[in-house]
Structure formats: C-alpha cells, structure tokens
C-alpha cells in the first residue's frame, strides 16, 4: 500500500536552514514532490524530483532522495518569514492515473 | 492563462442540501481531479478524469459525483450534503495521468450545517 509519512511541526530560527523529511513506503514512486500551502491559499509547487535522481538544487531548495531508504528531504537555506508556511510531501506513479499521495503536511514556525 | 479556477471560494450549507464546486483549467490539461483537505489527514482523492468523457474514483468517492462533458470543465456535485463533507476542495489538473507537474486550484472552503 501507499503511505507518505511526515512529521507535523518544524520550528527554526530565522536565517537557518530549515529541513523537512518525509518518508514514503511505494517503491514504484515516480515522481516526488514538494508542495507548500500558505494559510486559506491553494498548494503550490515548489519543486520535484525524479525518482532516478538523488539530489536537485533551485535556488535555496535543495532536495534529497535516498530511494534505499525512502526518504526525501527539502532543505530551505535562509529561512525566512515568509517560508512560514504547510509543506506537504507527495508521490506519484508514472502511468498511473489515481493520483497524488500526500503527507499530512509539516508545519514550519519561523522563530525571530 | 488563468491557471485552475475554482468557485466558489467558500459556502455554507444546510445537511440534505445539494450544490455543485465548479472547476476550470485552460491550460488544455486532460488529467483533472478533486481533492478534499481534512486537519490532520493531509489531502485526499475524491474522484479523477483522465479526457474528457472519462472519470473514475479516488479514495473518498462516496457522496459525490462528478462529470466531464469539456476538457476544461470538471464540476464536483454533492447531492445531499452532510456535515461530514465539511471539508477544503481542491481542484487539480496536469497534462496527463502522473505528470510531473499537477496545477491546484486555490479552493473551496465548504461548510455544512
């Protein structure tokens, strides 16, 4: 069965980098995803990867996958208030048309 | 482009009444799907359209229905709402079936009475 499993709160210092993990438990993920919802907003995409790849970089995200383990982490370097926000891991499978499976989302609280 | 459009952004129903969440894309996307947002539950599926014509259930189907006559159009129908559908609706569309990229829409906020 499919299950994505984060941790619920994440608390850093403004200025640190904040990491978020998730772990999944379908080997046959495809794709990987990263998606943040600010407060009464929609989700937004802020980045993926393939399930072929162990690393990408966008800017300050940098996101790892360690496909032994099923882990995939997003780490933001500089957090800044504005990061402040639910960030949400979700898998896919290439092909298949039932969609996403998210996590429950992990919240994470800038500290001045 | 518009991107995924939802209306309405929120309502407030009565238990036993019937509505329906409308969704739009003009991104000539054929995958589009409806998701409901519990705290603590994370997003679910509800239900899924591969083209237009062609729909099939998600997770969490039961109490709605939902139909595509166009490409752009994918509308989610509760036909006797209960308080347990009191829920965040979110529509999504993507090119096909698993692509890498599924556009949301910014959602309905729902709540029955």
């Known amino acids: 069965g499919e299950d994505v499993e984060q941790s619920l709160f994440l608390s850093v210092r403004e200025g640190d980098s904040s990491v978020i993990n998730c772990t999944y438990t379908d080997s046959s993920s495809t794709y990987l995803y990263w998606y943040k919802q600010e407060p009464g907003a929609g989700l937004q995409l802020l980045t993926y990867?393939?399930?072929?790849?162990d690393m990408k970089q966008d800017q300050r995200l940098t996101v790892l996958l360690n496909k032994k383990d099923k882990h995939l982490s997003l780490r933001i370097a500089d957090t800044q208030t504005g990061d402040s926000a639910i960030y949400f891991c979700a898998e896919s499978i290439g092909g298949r048309a039932d969609g996403l499976t998210f996590g429950k989302g992990t919240h994470l609280i800038i500290q001045p | 482009n518009a991107g995924v459009t939802q209306t309405p952004k929120f309502q407030v129903l009565k238990t036993g009444q019937s509505m329906t969440l409308q969704c739009a894309q003009d991104?000539?996307?054929?995958?589009m799907s409806w998701y409901r947002q519990d705290p603590g539950m994370g997003l679910r599926l509800i239900h899924y359209s591969v083209g237009a014509g062609i729909t099939d259930q998600g997770e969490v189907p039961n109490g709605y229905n939902v139909s595509r006559s166009t490409t752009e159009d994918f509308p989610l129908r509760l036909l006797s709402a209960a308080p347990s559908q009191t829920s965040v609706y979110f529509c999504?569309?993507?090119?096909?079936?698993?692509?890498?990229?599924?556009?949301f829409g910014p959602g309905t906020r729902l709540t029955v009475l």
């Open positions: 991104m000539n996307h054929e995958y």
């Open positions: 990867i393939f399930s072929n790849m």
């Open positions: 999504a569309s993507s090119y096909s079936a698993g692509a890498d990229t599924q556009y």
